[in-house]
């Protein structure tokens, strides 16, 4: 039985359901972390990125995409054995499900409950992900095949290597629900930004509106750095004073000229 609401309990109120276009997302993946993260962190988001998690490779491919989630549980003895692993569909193997059922546009993300003991998967159904159209695929735990994953022009988050099968320490419990994912939470449609620094989140709700800021925020910090590369010193420069924005707005009508730093 339910119990009832008391009239001095507030509902908690959740953003309803955003679809972030692609449109949105190509706009996304060119923005900087450092412009997204103080954007977001004048909102209110205090620490949406993923701590702790690094590329495989060295061509670290910035990308913007739709998060479909996946979430681990510890694997118990007489479920999880390598029966499960069937060519067939197999309730007890959501991991199959979810890479087959990832759609153009998304990133999958793996709460693996920041246990790098075993593979959160491999090399096999990260190509089918990217055959698929998927932007990126990440995990708080480990993958497994590195060699190969490293030489995929594909993004690839996670916290590390292992050999040591899923199957040892993961169960898929479920897809398409909010997860925790290196400690941040991280809902079904929100964007997942990525860049050469950092994995971000962001609430889906927000995200048209983080591509406006970060553009223009993007914009005047490069026209800063160049101020401070000539010598300048940073007070009234960095952050922007409103006179430092008259002149940067001066400076893109003059044609962004290099000569004219004011």
């Given at each position: 039985?339910?119990?009832?609401?008391?009239?001095?309990?507030?509902?908690?109120?959740?953003?309803?359901?955003?679809?972030?276009?692609?449109?949105?997302?190509?706009?996304?993946?060119?923005?900087?972390?450092?412009?997204?993260?103080?954007?977001?962190?004048?909102?209110?988001?205090?620490?949406?990125?993923?701590?702790?998690?690094?590329?495989?490779?060295?061509?670290?491919?910035?990308?913007?995409?739709?998060?479909?989630?996946?979430?681990?549980?510890?694997?118990?003895?007489?479920?999880?054995?390598?029966?499960?692993?069937?060519?067939?569909?197999?309730?007890?193997?959501?991991?199959w499900v979810g890479v087959e059922q990832i759609q153009p546009g998304e990133v999958m993300v793996i709460d693996s409950s920041n246990n790098p003991a075993a593979a959160s998967m491999g090399n096999m159904l990260i190509t089918r992900m990217m055959?698929?159209?998927?932007?990126?695929?990440?995990?708080?735990?480990?993958?497994?095949?590195?060699?190969?994953?490293?030489?995929?022009?594909?993004?690839?988050?996670?916290?590390?290597?292992?050999?040591?099968?899923?199957?040892?320490?993961?169960?898929?419990?479920?897809?398409?629900?909010?997860?925790?994912?290196?400690?941040?939470?991280?809902?079904?449609?929100?964007?997942?930004?990525?860049?050469?620094?950092?994995?971000?989140?962001?609430?889906?709700?927000?995200?048209?509106?983080?591509?406006?800021?970060?553009?223009?925020?993007?914009?005047?910090?490069?026209?800063?750095?160049?101020?401070?590369?000539?010598?300048?010193?940073?007070?009234?420069?960095?952050?922007?004073?409103?006179?430092?924005?008259?002149?940067?707005?001066?400076?893109?009508?003059?044609?962004?000229?290099?000569?004219?730093?004011?």
């Amino acid at each position: 039985m339910t119990a009832p609401t008391s009239p001095m309990t507030p509902t908690p109120q959740r953003p309803a359901p955003v679809f972030v276009p692609d449109s949105v997302c190509e706009r996304l993946a060119k923005v900087t972390s450092g412009s997204l993260t103080t954007q977001l962190f004048i909102k209110g988001f205090r620490q949406p990125v993923l701590p702790g998690l690094r590329p495989l490779g060295n061509k670290v491919k910035p990308f913007a995409g739709r998060a479909y989630t996946m979430r681990f549980i510890p694997a118990r003895e007489d479920i999880d054995t390598y029966a499960t692993l069937t060519t067939t569909p197999n309730p007890d193997n959501l991991q199959w499900v979810g890479v087959e059922q990832i759609q153009p546009g998304e990133v999958m993300v793996i709460d693996s409950s920041n246990n790098p003991a075993a593979a959160s998967m491999g090399n096999m159904l990260i190509t089918r992900m990217m055959v698929r159209g998927a932007k990126a695929v990440i995990t708080d735990g480990a993958f497994r095949d590195g060699v190969e994953l490293t030489g995929m022009d594909f993004p690839v988050w996670c916290r590390g290597i292992t050999a040591t099968t899923r199957l040892s320490y993961h169960h898929v419990a479920d897809l398409q629900v909010p997860v925790g994912c290196a400690g941040v939470a991280v809902y079904p449609g929100d964007v997942i930004h990525g860049d050469g620094d950092n994995i971000t989140v962001v609430p889906a709700h927000l995200a048209e509106e983080m591509a406006d800021l970060c553009e223009k925020r993007d914009d005047i910090e490069a026209y800063l750095a160049l101020r401070v590369q000539k010598g300048e010193a940073l007070w009234g420069l960095y952050p922007p004073s409103p006179e430092t924005r008259e002149q940067h707005k001066a400076w893109v009508a003059a044609g962004r000229p290099l000569d004219k730093l004011a």
